[in-house]
Each structure stands twice: as structure tokens, then as C-alpha cells.
């Protein structure tokens, strides 16, 4: 049977050792209450259930801090939590709990990001973004598509080598460079090669 080894409070919260190592840190009032003090002993059911009424609080606490900052995907918001050290289930019920109430919300999270990196970056950087925060294919997708529809790829990349690079040089050096800085920005070969030759015939008017 597990043996509670020691219980560290501090700030209305307990760091509580189990069979000589650190377990979880939980509220303490929880962790009162579920009658984690040192010499107890719990079986494995126990502790796990304690475990998640006691880190509940402290870990829905954590991610609306996160949330305050900006948005986030349910993925990236579960990666933080897994993170700061918090169990499988207690991250899935927090999880959960902010879906309920709306504080999370991908296709929200997907729409805002795209809107707004659309002014600096084109759709292939935005769309590989959204799937690095969890986005699935489909919708990483259908929003790019949405955000673009009725732009021109061709101006937006245009615009944004102008603001980076002034024409006049058309030198073969400048043209590898416009068109690596589009590339990273996102926009498709094609559109990067065409605003890298239009350097070159403006330099050659």
C-alpha cells in the first residue's frame, strides 16, 4: 500500500510525497479533505482520484492564466498543462470544462490567427502554422481558403518584398533574395519567382 511519506503546504497549496518521492502538488484544502497527511496510506485508486480533485482547481487556475495572454489551441493548451506536471486526466477534464464554457474554442483560435498573420505572411506559412497548433488538416485548410478568398496572392507578396526590399537593383543577388524572403514567408514558388523577375525587369526600365 502506497505510504504518504510527507505533506509540504504553502500558499493554500501541498506538495505531497508518496513512498519517499515527490507525487503532486495539490490544493490543500483537497488534499485535507481526501486525507493526505504524512503516514497515511492509500491505494492506487485512491491517490489517483485525489489526485485529480486536488490538481483540478490549481490547473484550470494555470491554463485561464495562459489563456489571458492570447489565444490558444486546445493542443497547445494541452502541451502546457502536460507540462507543468499535471495528470492525463486532469488536463482532459480541464480541457473539457473550457470547451464547455467557451474559453476554448479551435475554429475561433484558427480564424483569429489567420486574420491575423495574414497581413505579414501568405497561406502556405499560415496554414502550417495552424496545423503546428493543433489545427487538423481540413479546417487548417478551409480557413486559410476563407481568409484569402478575393486577395491576390501575387499583390499581397508583391507588397510585402516592397516593404522589405527597394527595387531599382534587379541584381541577380537581390532577385535570390526576394525570392527566399517570400518563400519564407509562405507564398507558393510560382508567386515568388514571378515578384523575384518583376526586380529585374523594373531594375532594366
Not at 495572454?69 to 502536460?82: G, P, Q
Amino acid at each position: 500500500m502506497p505510504l504518504v511519506t510527507g505533506v509540504i503546504e504553502r500558499r493554500d497549496r501541498a506538495r505531497v510525497f508518496v513512498d519517499g518521492e515527490f507525487w503532486a502538488e495539490l490544493d490543500a484544502g483537497i488534499a485535507a479533505e481526501r486525507g493526505l497527511r504524512e503516514g497515511a496510506e492509500a491505494s492506487a485508486d485512491e491517490l489517483a482520484e485525489a489526485r485529480v480533485a486536488g490538481e483540478r482547481p490549481l490547473a484550470m487556475s494555470r491554463a485561464l492564466n495562459v489563456l489571458g495572454y492570447r489565444a490558444r489551441s486546445a493542443r497547445e493548451l494541452r502541451e502546457r498543462l502536460k507540462r507543468a506536471g499535471y495528470a492525463g486526466e486532469t488536463v482532459d477534464e480541464v480541457i473539457s470544462r473550457l470547451e464547455e464554457l467557451g474559453y476554448l474554442d479551435d475554429e475561433g483560435f484558427a480564424r483569429e490567427l489567420a486574420r491575423s498573420e495574414a497581413r505579414k505572411y501568405g497561406p502556405r506559412r499560415i496554414y502550417g502554422d495552424l496545423r503546428r497548433a493543433g489545427i487538423d488538416e481540413e479546417a487548417a485548410w478551409e480557413v486559410v481558403e476563407e481568409e484569402f478568398a478575393g486577395r491576390s496572392e501575387h499583390e499581397a507578396a508583391r507588397e510585402a518584398a516592397r516593404r522589405r526590399y527597394n527595387t531599382g537593383e534587379g541584381s541577380d543577388a537581390q532577385v535570390r533574395r526576394v525570392y527566399s524572403f517570400l518563400m519564407r514567408r509562405g507564398y507558393s514558388a510560382g508567386i515568388c519567382a514571378e515578384v523575384a523577375r518583376e526586380y529585374r525587369r523594373e531594375a532594366d526600365q
